[in-house]
Protein backbone atom coordinates (compact mmCIF):
# COMPACT_ATOMS: atom_id res chain seq x y z
CA UNK A 1 0.00 0.00 0.00
CA UNK A 2 1.36 3.67 -0.70
CA UNK A 3 1.85 6.08 2.22
CA UNK A 4 -0.10 8.97 2.87
CA UNK A 5 1.41 12.35 3.85
CA UNK A 6 0.02 14.10 7.09
CA UNK A 7 1.70 17.27 6.44
CA UNK A 8 3.29 17.15 9.85
CA UNK A 9 7.22 17.52 9.59
CA UNK A 10 10.00 17.55 12.21
CA UNK A 11 13.25 18.77 11.75
CA UNK A 12 16.86 18.74 13.26
CA UNK A 13 20.11 18.88 12.58
CA UNK A 14 20.19 15.60 11.29
CA UNK A 15 17.39 15.94 8.51
CA UNK A 16 13.85 16.06 8.63
CA UNK A 17 11.19 13.53 9.53
CA UNK A 18 8.29 13.58 7.62
CA UNK A 19 4.81 11.90 9.15
CA UNK A 20 2.87 9.04 7.09
CA UNK A 21 0.34 6.70 7.49
CA UNK A 22 -0.15 3.31 5.35
CA UNK A 23 -3.47 3.98 3.27
CA UNK A 24 -4.80 0.68 3.62
CA UNK A 25 -4.55 0.60 7.65
CA UNK A 26 -3.79 3.61 8.93
CA UNK A 27 -0.94 2.43 10.65
CA UNK A 28 1.94 5.41 11.07
CA UNK A 29 5.02 5.66 9.40
CA UNK A 30 7.77 7.97 9.97
CA UNK A 31 10.31 8.93 7.32
CA UNK A 32 13.48 10.51 7.58
CA UNK A 33 15.58 12.13 4.90
CA UNK A 34 18.47 14.51 5.13
CA UNK A 35 18.19 18.23 4.72
CA UNK A 36 20.56 17.88 1.31
CA UNK A 37 18.25 14.96 0.09
CA UNK A 38 15.07 17.11 0.42
CA UNK A 39 16.85 20.44 -1.07
CA UNK A 40 18.59 18.31 -4.14
CA UNK A 41 16.09 15.97 -5.04
CA UNK A 42 12.86 17.90 -4.04
CA UNK A 43 10.14 16.61 -1.75
CA UNK A 44 7.43 15.23 -3.42
CA UNK A 45 10.43 12.86 -4.73
CA UNK A 46 11.72 12.00 -1.37
CA UNK A 47 7.34 11.12 -0.71
CA UNK A 48 7.69 9.02 -3.98
CA UNK A 49 10.86 6.90 -2.72
CA UNK A 50 9.49 6.44 0.53
CA UNK A 51 6.37 5.00 -0.93
CA UNK A 52 8.10 2.83 -2.94
CA UNK A 53 10.60 1.35 -0.61
CA UNK A 54 7.67 1.37 2.14
CA UNK A 55 5.91 -1.07 -0.87
CA UNK A 56 8.88 -3.25 -0.37
CA UNK A 57 9.19 -3.42 2.71
CA UNK A 58 12.47 -2.12 3.04
CA UNK A 59 12.27 -0.73 6.43
CA UNK A 60 14.57 0.36 8.76
CA UNK A 61 14.95 -2.06 12.22
CA UNK A 62 12.50 0.52 14.24
CA UNK A 63 10.26 0.52 11.36
CA UNK A 64 10.43 4.28 10.23
CA UNK A 65 11.20 4.41 5.96
CA UNK A 66 14.82 6.08 5.40
CA UNK A 67 15.36 8.13 2.30
CA UNK A 68 19.31 8.59 0.81
CA UNK A 69 20.84 10.10 -1.68
CA UNK A 70 21.64 6.56 -3.03
CA UNK A 71 17.95 5.41 -3.68
CA UNK A 72 17.68 7.65 -6.49
CA UNK A 73 20.07 6.09 -8.44
CA UNK A 74 18.21 4.00 -11.38
CA UNK A 75 16.80 0.65 -10.31
CA UNK A 76 17.51 0.86 -6.49
CA UNK A 77 14.49 1.84 -4.24
Known sequence: MPLDFTGRTNED???VSIQ???SG???PVVVRASHEV???KGLPQVK???SNKYDVGNFEPDGSI????ADFAKGRQ
Open 13 to 15: VTG
Open 48 to 50: EVA
Open 25 to 27: TGK
Open 20 to 22: ATD
Open 38 to 40: IQD
Open 66 to 69: SVRD
